[in-house]
Protein backbone atom coordinates (compact mmCIF):
# COMPACT_ATOMS: atom_id res chain seq x y z
CA UNK A 1 0.00 0.00 0.00
CA UNK A 2 3.07 2.06 1.16
CA UNK A 3 4.29 1.68 -2.34
CA UNK A 4 1.50 2.39 -4.31
CA UNK A 5 0.98 5.79 -2.35
CA UNK A 6 4.61 6.52 -3.24
CA UNK A 7 3.92 5.86 -6.84
CA UNK A 8 0.74 7.51 -6.92
CA UNK A 9 2.43 11.08 -4.92
CA UNK A 10 4.99 10.53 -7.66
CA UNK A 11 3.13 10.36 -10.68
CA UNK A 12 0.67 13.05 -9.77
CA UNK A 13 4.19 15.38 -9.13
CA UNK A 14 5.43 14.30 -12.84
CA UNK A 15 1.37 15.58 -14.05
CA UNK A 16 1.33 18.40 -12.17
CA UNK A 17 4.79 19.61 -13.33
CA UNK A 18 3.57 19.16 -16.50
CA UNK A 19 0.40 20.58 -16.55
CA UNK A 20 2.20 23.94 -15.16
CA UNK A 21 4.47 23.57 -18.54
CA UNK A 22 1.47 23.22 -20.70
CA UNK A 23 0.11 26.25 -18.59
CA UNK A 24 3.21 28.83 -18.97
CA UNK A 25 2.40 31.71 -20.21
CA UNK A 26 5.13 33.84 -22.36
CA UNK A 27 4.78 37.72 -22.85
CA UNK A 28 7.58 38.96 -25.19
CA UNK A 29 8.66 42.50 -26.03
CA UNK A 30 8.40 44.07 -28.99
CA UNK A 31 9.98 46.90 -30.12
CA UNK A 32 10.22 49.37 -32.81
CA UNK A 33 11.09 52.43 -34.42
CA UNK A 34 7.61 53.81 -35.84
CA UNK A 35 4.87 55.51 -34.74
CA UNK A 36 1.11 53.63 -33.50
CA UNK A 37 -0.28 54.66 -36.74
CA UNK A 38 2.26 52.92 -39.02
CA UNK A 39 1.07 50.41 -41.22
CA UNK A 40 3.74 48.33 -39.85
CA UNK A 41 2.43 48.88 -36.18
CA UNK A 42 -1.38 49.21 -36.69
CA UNK A 43 -1.74 46.70 -40.02
CA UNK A 44 1.06 44.12 -39.40
CA UNK A 45 2.32 44.02 -35.60
CA UNK A 46 -1.44 44.26 -33.88
CA UNK A 47 -2.79 41.57 -36.22
CA UNK A 48 -0.05 39.38 -35.44
CA UNK A 49 -0.13 39.73 -31.80
CA UNK A 50 -3.79 39.13 -32.24
CA UNK A 51 -2.91 35.85 -34.49
CA UNK A 52 -0.55 34.36 -31.88
CA UNK A 53 -2.47 35.33 -29.06
CA UNK A 54 -5.75 33.37 -30.44
CA UNK A 55 -3.21 30.41 -31.76
CA UNK A 56 -2.03 29.61 -27.89
CA UNK A 57 -5.12 30.59 -26.42
CA UNK A 58 -4.14 33.31 -24.62
CA UNK A 59 -0.49 32.29 -23.79
CA UNK A 60 1.87 33.79 -25.74
CA UNK A 61 1.21 37.46 -25.79
CA UNK A 62 3.15 40.24 -27.55
CA UNK A 63 3.34 43.36 -25.61
CA UNK A 64 3.91 46.13 -28.50
CA UNK A 65 5.99 49.14 -27.88
CA UNK A 66 6.31 52.00 -30.94
CA UNK A 67 8.47 54.89 -31.62
CA UNK A 68 11.79 53.83 -29.29
CA UNK A 69 9.65 54.02 -27.05
CA UNK A 70 11.85 51.28 -24.63
CA UNK A 71 14.82 54.07 -25.39
CA UNK A 72 17.75 54.04 -27.99
CA UNK A 73 18.54 55.01 -31.51
CA UNK A 74 16.89 53.06 -34.72
CA UNK A 75 19.92 51.69 -35.09
CA UNK A 76 20.35 49.87 -31.99
CA UNK A 77 17.40 47.65 -32.01
CA UNK A 78 18.66 44.93 -33.43
CA UNK A 79 21.40 44.63 -30.70
CA UNK A 80 18.95 45.43 -28.07
CA UNK A 81 17.29 41.72 -29.35
CA UNK A 82 20.85 40.34 -29.36
CA UNK A 83 21.69 41.33 -25.88
CA UNK A 84 18.08 40.51 -24.88
CA UNK A 85 17.59 44.10 -23.50
CA UNK A 86 13.78 43.11 -25.71
CA UNK A 87 12.38 40.44 -26.88
CA UNK A 88 12.18 40.71 -30.28
CA UNK A 89 13.03 44.14 -32.42
CA UNK A 90 11.44 44.91 -35.89
CA UNK A 91 14.37 46.47 -37.77
CA UNK A 92 15.77 47.15 -41.04
CA UNK A 93 19.52 45.76 -41.19
CA UNK A 94 20.30 48.95 -43.35
CA UNK A 95 20.24 50.79 -40.39
CA UNK A 96 23.84 49.43 -39.29
CA UNK A 97 25.72 50.16 -42.72
CA UNK A 98 28.03 47.75 -43.32
CA UNK A 99 27.24 44.85 -41.29
CA UNK A 100 24.59 42.94 -43.34
CA UNK A 101 26.00 42.99 -46.19
CA UNK A 102 24.62 39.93 -48.16
CA UNK A 103 21.15 41.19 -46.76
CA UNK A 104 21.49 44.65 -49.16
CA UNK A 105 21.23 42.39 -52.38
CA UNK A 106 17.79 42.75 -52.28
CA UNK A 107 18.66 46.13 -52.02
CA UNK A 108 20.05 47.13 -55.17
CA UNK A 109 18.64 49.39 -57.36
CA UNK A 110 16.01 48.51 -59.77
CA UNK A 111 16.56 44.63 -58.29
CA UNK A 112 12.66 44.43 -56.86
CA UNK A 113 9.69 44.05 -59.11
CA UNK A 114 7.25 43.29 -56.75
CA UNK A 115 7.40 43.38 -52.70
CA UNK A 116 5.14 40.24 -51.87
CA UNK A 117 7.37 38.33 -54.35
CA UNK A 118 10.83 39.92 -53.06
CA UNK A 119 9.62 39.46 -49.68
CA UNK A 120 9.12 35.67 -50.12
CA UNK A 121 12.30 35.73 -51.71
CA UNK A 122 14.31 37.38 -49.16
CA UNK A 123 12.57 35.11 -46.30
CA UNK A 124 14.17 32.39 -48.62
CA UNK A 125 17.43 33.79 -48.61
CA UNK A 126 17.48 34.30 -44.71
CA UNK A 127 16.70 30.67 -44.21
CA UNK A 128 19.15 29.17 -46.60
CA UNK A 129 22.01 31.66 -45.91
CA UNK A 130 21.69 34.44 -43.67
CA UNK A 131 20.50 32.95 -40.22
CA UNK A 132 23.75 30.82 -40.17
CA UNK A 133 25.54 33.48 -41.25
CA UNK A 134 25.22 37.11 -40.63
CA UNK A 135 21.83 36.76 -38.71
CA UNK A 136 23.19 34.13 -36.51
CA UNK A 137 22.88 36.37 -33.18
CA UNK A 138 19.21 36.45 -33.65
CA UNK A 139 16.29 34.26 -34.08
CA UNK A 140 14.91 36.00 -37.18
CA UNK A 141 11.04 35.40 -37.33
CA UNK A 142 10.72 36.53 -40.53
CA UNK A 143 11.87 39.13 -43.16
CA UNK A 144 10.14 41.02 -45.82
CA UNK A 145 10.89 44.46 -47.93
CA UNK A 146 9.10 47.51 -48.64
CA UNK A 147 7.46 48.87 -51.80
CA UNK A 148 8.90 50.60 -54.70
CA UNK A 149 10.77 53.80 -53.56
CA UNK A 150 9.74 56.90 -55.47
CA UNK A 151 11.20 60.19 -55.87
CA UNK A 152 9.55 63.27 -54.14
CA UNK A 153 10.83 66.22 -54.77
CA UNK A 154 10.12 70.26 -55.58
CA UNK A 155 10.48 69.80 -58.81
CA UNK A 156 9.33 67.81 -61.54
CA UNK A 157 12.14 65.14 -62.25
CA UNK A 158 10.79 63.62 -65.65
CA UNK A 159 14.25 62.35 -66.80
CA UNK A 160 18.23 61.62 -66.05
CA UNK A 161 18.38 65.69 -66.02
CA UNK A 162 16.52 66.84 -63.83
CA UNK A 163 18.22 65.04 -61.29
CA UNK A 164 21.51 66.93 -61.60
CA UNK A 165 22.68 69.21 -58.18
CA UNK A 166 19.54 68.52 -56.90
CA UNK A 167 19.93 67.59 -52.78
CA UNK A 168 17.96 64.50 -52.66
CA UNK A 169 17.69 62.75 -49.04
CA UNK A 170 18.46 59.06 -49.58
CA UNK A 171 17.88 56.19 -46.50
CA UNK A 172 20.49 53.99 -47.07
CA UNK A 173 24.01 53.91 -48.55
CA UNK A 174 22.92 51.80 -51.72
CA UNK A 175 20.44 54.56 -52.27
CA UNK A 176 22.96 57.70 -51.54
CA UNK A 177 25.26 55.62 -54.13
CA UNK A 178 22.60 55.40 -56.55
CA UNK A 179 21.61 59.07 -56.42
CA UNK A 180 25.03 60.50 -56.59
CA UNK A 181 25.30 57.96 -59.78
CA UNK A 182 22.12 59.88 -61.06
CA UNK A 183 23.32 63.03 -60.83
CA UNK A 184 21.99 64.38 -57.82
CA UNK A 185 24.15 65.24 -54.28
CA UNK A 186 22.82 62.83 -51.70
CA UNK A 187 21.91 63.83 -48.00
CA UNK A 188 21.59 61.10 -46.00
CA UNK A 189 19.09 61.52 -43.02
CA UNK A 190 16.28 59.58 -40.81
CA UNK A 191 12.93 59.59 -42.01
CA UNK A 192 11.48 61.99 -39.41
CA UNK A 193 14.17 64.81 -40.68
CA UNK A 194 12.56 65.06 -43.78
CA UNK A 195 9.87 67.66 -43.04
CA UNK A 196 12.31 70.23 -41.43
CA UNK A 197 14.82 69.66 -43.96
CA UNK A 198 12.12 70.65 -47.11
CA UNK A 199 11.03 73.33 -45.45
CA UNK A 200 14.65 74.65 -44.41
CA UNK A 201 16.17 73.98 -47.96
CA UNK A 202 18.56 71.98 -47.31
CA UNK A 203 17.13 69.04 -49.35
CA UNK A 204 14.95 69.19 -52.61
CA UNK A 205 13.21 66.03 -52.19
CA UNK A 206 13.39 62.32 -51.02
CA UNK A 207 13.16 58.85 -51.84
CA UNK A 208 10.60 56.78 -49.56
CA UNK A 209 8.12 54.13 -50.58
CA UNK A 210 3.95 55.92 -50.75
CA UNK A 211 3.66 53.80 -47.51
CA UNK A 212 5.35 56.08 -45.46
CA UNK A 213 4.16 59.64 -46.97
CA UNK A 214 1.02 60.31 -44.65
CA UNK A 215 3.29 59.85 -41.47
CA UNK A 216 5.35 62.49 -42.27
CA UNK A 217 2.69 64.28 -45.04
CA UNK A 218 5.16 64.83 -47.54
CA UNK A 219 2.29 65.29 -50.02
CA UNK A 220 1.83 68.59 -49.00
CA UNK A 221 5.28 69.70 -48.63
CA UNK A 222 6.27 68.49 -52.04
CA UNK A 223 3.76 68.16 -55.06
CA UNK A 224 5.74 65.90 -57.57
CA UNK A 225 6.24 62.84 -56.92
CA UNK A 226 8.36 60.58 -59.64
CA UNK A 227 7.56 56.78 -60.38
CA UNK A 228 9.18 54.02 -62.66
CA UNK A 229 6.80 52.55 -65.30
CA UNK A 230 6.57 48.82 -66.06
CA UNK A 231 8.07 46.32 -63.36
CA UNK A 232 11.41 47.86 -62.02
CA UNK A 233 11.28 49.74 -58.50
CA UNK A 234 13.72 52.12 -58.22
CA UNK A 235 15.14 50.52 -54.77
CA UNK A 236 13.71 48.94 -51.60
CA UNK A 237 14.70 48.02 -48.27
CA UNK A 238 15.09 44.90 -45.65
CA UNK A 239 13.21 44.71 -43.10
CA UNK A 240 13.72 42.00 -40.51
CA UNK A 241 12.10 40.59 -37.18
CA UNK A 242 14.21 39.65 -35.05
CA UNK A 243 14.04 37.49 -31.46
CA UNK A 244 16.47 36.86 -28.66
CA UNK A 245 18.12 33.80 -29.21
CA UNK A 246 18.11 32.35 -25.25
CA UNK A 247 14.18 34.07 -24.36
CA UNK A 248 13.17 31.97 -28.29
CA UNK A 249 14.82 28.39 -26.92
CA UNK A 250 13.33 28.88 -22.95
CA UNK A 251 9.95 28.84 -24.29
CA UNK A 252 8.29 25.96 -23.71
CA UNK A 253 8.27 23.92 -26.81
CA UNK A 254 4.30 23.55 -27.93
CA UNK A 255 4.60 27.83 -27.68
CA UNK A 256 7.76 27.19 -29.65
CA UNK A 257 5.98 25.44 -32.24
CA UNK A 258 3.17 28.31 -32.28
CA UNK A 259 5.20 30.98 -32.83
CA UNK A 260 7.36 29.37 -35.65
CA UNK A 261 3.51 28.43 -37.06
CA UNK A 262 2.77 32.13 -37.22
CA UNK A 263 5.82 33.67 -38.59
CA UNK A 264 8.22 32.59 -40.96
CA UNK A 265 7.31 32.70 -45.01
CA UNK A 266 3.61 32.97 -44.71
CA UNK A 267 4.34 36.13 -42.40
CA UNK A 268 6.60 37.61 -44.85
CA UNK A 269 4.10 37.39 -47.75
CA UNK A 270 1.76 39.01 -45.08
CA UNK A 271 3.95 42.19 -44.58
CA UNK A 272 4.70 42.10 -48.68
CA UNK A 273 0.96 42.52 -48.98
CA UNK A 274 0.47 44.66 -46.11
CA UNK A 275 3.08 47.27 -48.05
CA UNK A 276 1.37 47.03 -50.88
CA UNK A 277 -2.15 48.31 -49.47
CA UNK A 278 -0.30 51.16 -47.36
CA UNK A 279 1.32 52.23 -50.81
CA UNK A 280 -1.93 52.28 -52.29
CA UNK A 281 -3.33 54.37 -49.30
CA UNK A 282 0.04 56.69 -49.47
CA UNK A 283 -0.52 57.33 -53.22
CA UNK A 284 -4.07 58.14 -52.82
CA UNK A 285 -3.06 60.80 -50.11
CA UNK A 286 -1.48 62.49 -53.08
CA UNK A 287 -4.24 62.79 -55.40
CA UNK A 288 -4.78 66.43 -57.28
CA UNK A 289 -0.24 66.49 -57.11
CA UNK A 290 1.86 65.69 -60.34
CA UNK A 291 2.30 62.13 -60.26
CA UNK A 292 5.27 61.34 -63.11
CA UNK A 293 5.74 57.79 -64.23
CA UNK A 294 9.04 57.42 -66.27
CA UNK A 295 8.78 55.41 -69.60
CA UNK A 296 10.83 52.47 -70.71
CA UNK A 297 13.16 53.94 -72.44
CA UNK A 298 13.84 56.34 -70.03
CA UNK A 299 14.23 54.11 -67.24
CA UNK A 300 16.67 52.18 -69.58
CA UNK A 301 18.97 55.05 -69.09
CA UNK A 302 18.69 55.30 -65.22
CA UNK A 303 19.44 51.40 -65.45
CA UNK A 304 22.63 52.09 -67.19
CA UNK A 305 23.79 55.12 -65.17
CA UNK A 306 23.19 52.58 -62.02
CA UNK A 307 26.04 49.83 -63.22
CA UNK A 308 28.76 51.79 -60.74
CA UNK A 309 26.23 51.12 -57.89
CA UNK A 310 26.80 47.83 -59.16
CA UNK A 311 30.35 47.08 -59.61
CA UNK A 312 31.07 48.69 -56.72
CA UNK A 313 28.68 46.51 -54.42
CA UNK A 314 30.33 43.28 -56.29
CA UNK A 315 33.55 44.32 -55.71
CA UNK A 316 32.59 45.20 -51.77
CA UNK A 317 31.04 42.03 -51.65
CA UNK A 318 33.82 39.96 -52.83
CA UNK A 319 35.90 41.51 -50.28
CA UNK A 320 33.13 40.54 -47.45
CA UNK A 321 34.21 36.92 -48.54
CA UNK A 322 31.12 35.95 -50.74
CA UNK A 323 30.34 36.10 -54.26
CA UNK A 324 28.92 39.13 -55.09
CA UNK A 325 27.74 38.42 -58.65
CA UNK A 326 26.30 34.97 -58.00
CA UNK A 327 24.27 36.80 -55.10
CA UNK A 328 22.87 39.12 -57.19
CA UNK A 329 22.17 35.88 -59.57
CA UNK A 330 20.90 34.02 -56.76
CA UNK A 331 18.59 37.01 -55.39
CA UNK A 332 17.06 37.65 -59.17
CA UNK A 333 16.55 33.47 -59.17
CA UNK A 334 13.99 33.62 -55.62
CA UNK A 335 12.21 36.46 -56.87
CA UNK A 336 11.45 34.54 -60.10
CA UNK A 337 10.75 31.40 -58.51
CA UNK A 338 8.36 33.20 -55.78
CA UNK A 339 6.56 35.25 -58.39
Partial sequence: MKRFLKTSFAALAVLGAASAAHAQEVTLSVHHFMSQKAPLHAKFLVPLAENIA??????????LFDSMSLGGRPGDLYDQAVDGAVDIALTLPGYTSGRFNQSEVFELPFMMQDPVATSKA??????????DGEFEEAKILTGWVHGPG???????????????????RGPTRLVTDLLGELGATPVGMPLPKIPENLSKGVISGAVVPWEVTPSIRLA?????????????ALYTATFVLAMNWDVYESMPEDL????????????AEFAGNVMVEADAFGRSKAEGN?????????????????????DRWIERANGEGFDGAAAIEKAKALIAENQ
Fill in 54 to 63: KASDGRIKLE
Fill in 122 to 131: FYDLVESDLQ
Fill in 150 to 168: VIHSEEPITKLEDLAGKEM
Fill in 220 to 232: ELVHNHTELGGDK
Fill in 256 to 267: RAILDEQTGKAL
Fill in 290 to 310: NIIQLDEAEVARWIDAAKPVY
